[in-house]
């Protein structure tokens, strides 16, 4: 069955994410309103309206990009490839002047070279425009105004835009990062799926860029992502609506609140510590994140009960003189310190993990870019 989102309503869309996010991303898409939403390996389908698009550009916290699907068909060799790729009304996605860029993916027999696949459609789009305008629009790797991506399994092939340009962890308003920096949508992710309410108090004590504690200040005051970014893909579509767009933004800055919920910092680094202030001024958060220069063995509890989320070194990208030990500190001071509260903890040092000494009551496998990654939480009674 062909999807052909130019003449059909709704259209189709694949919400990329990190592997071990794909149900947090999913509850988000229900929530912006996607329909006949499916859990995929690393992404979630969904249907939706232009609308729904923007949303989900603006308002997801976990998804990477969002594609939009333009034609899915079927090709057995080079030539039914070109000739499919050919037939579609490119002249209704961009014009002459404009850039475009096409990346593939494969996992076919019969097309085993993904960049043969996509040297193929890129043919096909500039011979189109060369026939009907004798012109052809230029290719631009670094700053096209048209994404394309191509996904061929076996003999089925599926054309999309990438609605979101840049990467949509590019949140825009981290300035500086530390040595071995958490992703935005990581972090995002960690908090959400830690079941942390946005109300009660929150902790990072190994801050880092302060990436979590600024994602935590998003989701307590309700900020959407997207309104620090300057552009998206679909901004150069032909088909853009600004009027609908600025409805989306008018919506983003209306249901933000102000930031009550009391979240917390620390690092034992200085550069952390300058880095992180940074950051948090750009996100407007300054203010209200409180953060300190000490160790976490040696920090105050800085209040009864709360949730505390940490990113320790893995001895991978930051390393420890001695990494075991490390984490036995870690769990002594959460046994001795933090009765009362709920703690994460994310390593790829599986070792190490061990000697936290505390029974996780949640496990969950995530990936920190190609590190492999447990994601455990514990009650502290």
Not at 160 to 174: C, I, Q, V
Not at 363 to 369: C, D, S
């Amino acid at each position: 069955m062909s999807r052909n989102s130019t003449n059909t309503n709704p259209f189709f869309f694949i919400a990329k994410t990190f592997q071990g996010l794909e149900e947090v991303l999913a509850h988000e898409i229900q929530g912006i309103g996607g329909s006949n939403i499916r859990i995929l390996k690393r992404a979630v389908s969904f249907e939706g309206d232009k609308s729904t698009m923007y949303k989900a550009n603006m308002f997801l916290r976990t998804a990477v990009r969002v594609l939009r699907s333009i034609k899915d068909f079927e090709a057995f060799n080079e030539r039914q490839l070109y000739e499919q790729v050919y037939q579609i009304p490119w002249e209704n996605f961009m014009e002459i002047g404009q850039t475009f860029t096409v990346d593939a993916v494969t996992g076919s027999h019969l097309f085993k070279n993904s960049h043969f696949v996509a040297l193929k459609t890129k043919d096909a789009l500039v011979d189109r425009f060369r026939k009907r305008e004798g012109k052809r629009p230029s290719v631009d790797l670094q700053k096209p105004d048209l994404r394309i991506h191509i996904n061929i399994q076996g003999n089925m092939a599926r054309l999309y835009l990438d609605s979101s340009g840049n990467s949509l962890h590019l949140r825009g308003y981290r300035k500086a990062m530390t040595k071995a920096p958490l992703s935005e949508i990581l972090a995002a992710g960690m908090i959400l799926l830690s079941g942390w309410d946005g109300k009660t108090p929150f902790f990072d004590p190994m801050c880092g860029s302060g990436t979590l504690p600024i994602e935590a200040s998003l989701i307590a005051s309700n900020t959407a992502p997207g309104l620090f970014r300057k552009s998206f893909g679909f901004f150069s579509w032909i088909d853009f609506e600004e009027k609908l767009w600025q409805k989306i933004v008018d919506q983003a800055l209306e249901q933000e609140t102000e930031l009550t919920t009391p979240i917390y910092a620390s690092d034992i680094s200085p550069l952390s510590i300058k880095i992180s202030t940074e950051n948090m001024k750009s996100a407007g958060f300054e203010d209200d994140i409180k953060l300190e220069k000490i160790s976490f063995q040696k920090a105050p509890l800085p209040c009864d009960s709360g949730f505390l989320i940490m990113n320790p070194p893995y001895d991978q990208r930051l390393f420890h003189q001695n990494i075991q030990g490390f984490y036995k500190e870690i769990g002594d001071h959460l046994k001795q310190t933090y009765k009362g509260w709920t703690a994460w903890i994310i390593s790829s040092n599986m070792e190490a993990m061990k000697r936290v000494g505390l029974k996780p009551s949640k496990r969950v496998q995530l990936f920190n870019g190609p590190l492999q990654c447990k994601y455990q939480g514990y009650e502290l009674y």
